[in-house]
């Protein structure tokens, strides 16, 4: 396809664009639609920021106070027991949360990760499907987790809690060769953070990863290999 | 790179998700806790009536609970996802029970008042919520009527043009033009504060 037909095609679906964007685009049409966004990179990109946007309409919402008893239902729908009038994250759990929220991303991407849930010795695995987990430790405490996940859209995810880290820290790994690479650069809030990087190297190759502070300050390191 | 920080000593949407999915209770209560407000008054907000909002928000909540392993971080955020499966179950609900909706214009004046913020959101990435509700405000009403119909209620661009009686084609140019519109908003939020 020539450059003016490939236009004139992206021109046809400029309209259906913002309707499969609503999700109110509906037989034919949509598929026309959805056919041209797969061979055109340029609709497709527009079609995400189209969606994005589409989606922040409903965020636009008022909130509401639900009726009398909605907690008390909806929990013992659920089964959660222990329905405390106020909910405050005790340290203990939200260690334990590092390895919940690993496993729920490695569960996104269809793997299957036997974590630990403890705060014990940290420790590092790695399964076939090339990941690779270990803690985060600030002086001698656990106080994070990592889990580098390979394969062809690897990442990497990283969570601190209760860390000595305010502001601004860098995300460094060392690989095998022991050349450092920088991730990405996050902030924690009163030491606590959690976020998900693209990864550009086999997690099998980091050797340890490191969170760090402006200054160069190694705030805390984890031993992957 | 996505960013999820925390703010005040708690746990992200992304962890609170986390702990949930893998039976944390305290972090089930934290969760409803943080979003039954936001998805109950979505329901509300479309269907005007609390019996009906409560079922809908009940059954958001149980498939936010059961669904929270195969949420995926890189596809959105978590308030998106929530209040979309909120806002589809409340489409359902309408139909199923054959009920009048609320009016969009009711529902983009409920949300042009209110003022609630996401602080995770405002301090990290400008909170969503607020971008949107200054951009629908400044939005043409026949554009944001339209957009409304279409984001929230699901209405096709037809059944826009029959409902509104104006022609199809002038019901896809203000659904077009308005999320145009919106994208660009949430974009380059200073735009909007210009047009104000």
């Given at each position: 396809?020539n450059?003016?037909m490939?236009?004139h095609?992206?021109?046809?679906?400029?309209?259906?664009?913002?309707e499969?964007a609503?999700?109110?685009l509906t037989g034919?049409d949509?598929?026309?639609?959805?056919?041209h966004?797969e061979?055109?990179?340029?609709?497709?990109?527009e079609?995400e920021q189209?969606?994005?946007a589409?989606?922040?309409?409903?965020?636009?919402?008022?909130?509401?106070?639900?009726?009398m008893?909605?907690?008390?239902?909806l929990?013992?729908?659920m089964?959660?027991a222990?329905?405390?009038?106020?909910?405050?994250l005790?340290?203990?759990?939200?260690?334990g949360?590092?390895?919940?929220?690993?496993?729920?991303i490695?569960?996104?991407?269809?793997?299957s990760?036997?974590l630990?849930s403890?705060?014990?010795?940290?420790?590092?695995?790695a399964?076939?499907a090339?990941?690779?987990?270990?803690?985060?430790?600030q002086?001698?405490t656990?106080?994070?987790?990592v889990a580098?996940?390979?394969?062809?859209?690897?990442?990497?995810?990283?969570?601190?809690v209760d860390?000595n880290?305010?502001?601004t820290v860098?995300?460094?790994?060392?690989t095998?060769?022991g050349?450092?690479h920088?991730?990405?650069?996050?902030?924690a809030?009163?030491?606590?953070?959690?976020?998900?990087?693209?990864l550009?190297?086999?997690?099998?190759d980091?050797?340890?990863?490191?969170?760090?502070?402006p200054?160069?300050?190694v705030i805390a390191?984890?031993?992957?290999? | 790179?996505?960013?999820s920080s925390?703010?005040?000593?708690?746990l992200?949407d992304?962890?609170l998700?986390?702990?949930?999915?893998?039976?944390?209770?305290?972090?089930?209560?934290?969760f409803?806790?943080?979003?039954?407000?936001?998805?109950?008054g979505?329901?509300?907000?479309?269907?005007?009536d609390?019996g009906?909002a409560?079922d809908?928000?009940?059954?958001?909540?149980?498939?936010?609970w059961?669904?929270?392993?195969v949420?995926d971080?890189?596809?959105?955020?978590?308030a998106s996802?929530?209040?979309?499966?909120?806002?589809n179950?409340?489409?359902?609900a309408?139909r199923l029970r054959?009920?009048v909706?609320?009016?969009?214009?009711d529902?983009?004046?409920?949300?042009?008042r209110s003022?609630?913020?996401?602080p995770?959101?405002?301090?990290?990435?400008?909170?969503?919520?607020?971008?949107?509700r200054?951009?629908?405000e400044?939005?043409?009403?026949e554009?944001?009527?339209?957009?409304?119909l279409?984001?929230v209620?699901?209405?096709?661009?037809?059944?826009?043009?029959?409902?509104?009686g104006i022609p199809?084609?002038?019901?896809?140019?203000?659904?077009r033009t308005?999320l145009?519109?919106l994208?660009?908003?949430?974009?380059?939020p200073?735009?909007?504060?210009?047009?104000?």
């Open positions: 396809m450059d003016d490939s236009e095609a992206c021109e046809e679906h400029q309209e259906a664009l913002s499969l609503l999700g109110v034919r949509r598929a026309r639609a959805l056919a966004v061979s055109c990179p340029r609709c497709a990109e079609l189209l969606s994005h589409a989606d922040a309409v409903v965020q636009a919402a008022t909130e509401a106070e639900p009726p008893g909605f907690e008390v239902r929990f013992e729908r089964g959660v222990d329905v405390r009038p106020k909910f405050r005790r340290p203990r759990w939200a260690v949360a590092l390895s919940a929220a690993a496993a729920v490695a569960l996104g991407v269809g793997l990760l036997g630990s403890s705060s014990t010795p940290p420790s590092t695995s399964t076939a090339h990941v690779v987990t270990a803690d985060l430790v002086h001698g656990v106080v994070g987790r580098a996940h390979g394969g062809a859209h690897a990442w990497m995810w990283m969570m601190l860390a880290a305010r502001g860098d995300c460094i790994i060392v095998s060769d050349v450092s920088q991730v990405g650069t996050f902030v809030n009163k030491g606590y953070g959690a976020w998900v990087a693209p550009h190297v086999d997690p099998q980091i050797r340890s990863a490191e969170v760090v502070a200054g160069g300050t390191t984890a031993t992957l290999g | 790179m996505r960013e925390v703010a005040q000593g708690e992200s992304d962890g998700l986390a702990g949930m999915a893998l039976g944390e209770q305290a972090a089930a209560v934290a409803v806790r943080r979003y039954q407000r936001r998805v109950f979505l329901a509300y907000s479309m269907t005007g609390a009906v409560e809908v928000a009940q059954e958001a909540m149980i498939r936010v059961k669904h929270a392993p949420f971080p890189r596809r959105g955020s978590v996802w929530v209040l979309t499966i909120t806002r179950l409340t489409i359902d309408l054959r009920a909706p609320t009016d969009p214009d529902f983009a004046a409920a949300a042009l003022n609630e913020h996401n995770e959101d405002a301090v990290q990435r400008g909170d969503v919520r607020h971008i949107v200054d951009a629908l400044v939005l043409p009403p554009q944001r009527r339209a957009v409304v279409a984001a209620y699901g209405r096709t661009a037809l059944e826009i043009s029959e409902s509104e199809l084609g002038t019901a896809k140019t203000r659904i308005a145009i519109r994208r660009a908003a949430i974009e380059h200073e735009g909007v504060k210009d047009e104000r």
